[in-house]
């Protein structure tokens, strides 16, 4: 089956510090990578995708075959970056359907 | 445009009970699909719809089935409700061809 993996369930940084969530996802040709954000009380939505490469709230999101990961970094953390962070990917076909998500790492930005 | 909306919010049922769970998609999508995403994981496919047929099926069990209607709104349908059941039940809409999926807030079941 392929796989998602977020290893950090929680990542607490300063406001003004660098963060990177990491992604590491199980190979399988070439991948369609996702970040999702889900900030307090809203709903999921799509923060960004590799295949656009750009950069989103100052976040961008490497896609490295040689590591299988895909981590999201922002060299400056602000409060309001305070969500949940989910790493996906797109699949084709089979029966884990269009997106796989990894299982999240919650970021916190201190003041 | 409101976006994907999901009907109810909240919902307590009791084991073994029934439930039924709606989507709209947003404006111009033709596509929904439904996630589970329990406490502390990430959404987990159930199934997708498009065109008013199921095209493809996470690793749920029969008791979990779907219908989509001809203005593309979706429902979900669970029989025989168990404990772990309880979940976030998401709808995401999309275009057949995209990526890009958009979510709906959820809906909150706890079967007791």
């Known amino acids: 089956a392929q796989r998602v993996t977020q290893p950090e369930k929680l990542l607490s940084v300063f406001k003004g510090a660098p963060v990177e969530l990491k992604c590491n996802y199980s190979?399988?040709?070439?991948?369609?990578l996702f970040w999702y954000v889900q900030y307090s009380r809203q709903r999921l939505q799509l923060l960004l995708r590799h295949i656009s490469r750009e950069s989103i709230k100052g976040f961008t999101a490497d896609l490295n075959k040689g590591e299988t990961s895909f981590h999201l970094k922002k060299p400056f953390a602000q409060e309001e970056d305070s969500a949940m962070y989910y790493c996906?990917?797109?699949?084709?076909?089979?029966?884990?359907?269009?997106?796989?998500f990894g299982k999240g790492t919650k970021l916190s930005v201190k003041p | 445009d409101a976006g994907v909306t999901q009907s109810p919010t909240h919902l307590i049922k009791t084991r073994g009970q029934q439930v039924t769970l709606r989507c709209s998609p947003k404006s111009g999508h033709d596509t929904v699909s439904w996630y589970q995403q329990a406490l502390g994981q990430g959404p987990q496919f159930i199934f997708q719809?498009?065109?008013?047929?199921?095209?493809q099926r996470g690793n749920f069990p029969d008791r979990f089935s779907g219908h989509q209607f001809p203005n593309y709104s979706s429902e979900l349908n669970v029989n025989a409700l168990l404990l772990g059941d309880s979940a976030l039940y998401l709808c995401a809409s999309s275009l057949l061809r995209s990526y890009e999926q958009y979510f709906g807030p959820g809906t909150r079941l706890t079967v007791t």
């Open positions: 719809y498009y065109e008013e047929e199921e095209r």
């Open positions: 190979y399988s040709g070439s991948p369609e």
């Open positions: 996906a990917r797109h699949c084709y076909g089979g029966s884990q359907g269009n997106l796989i």
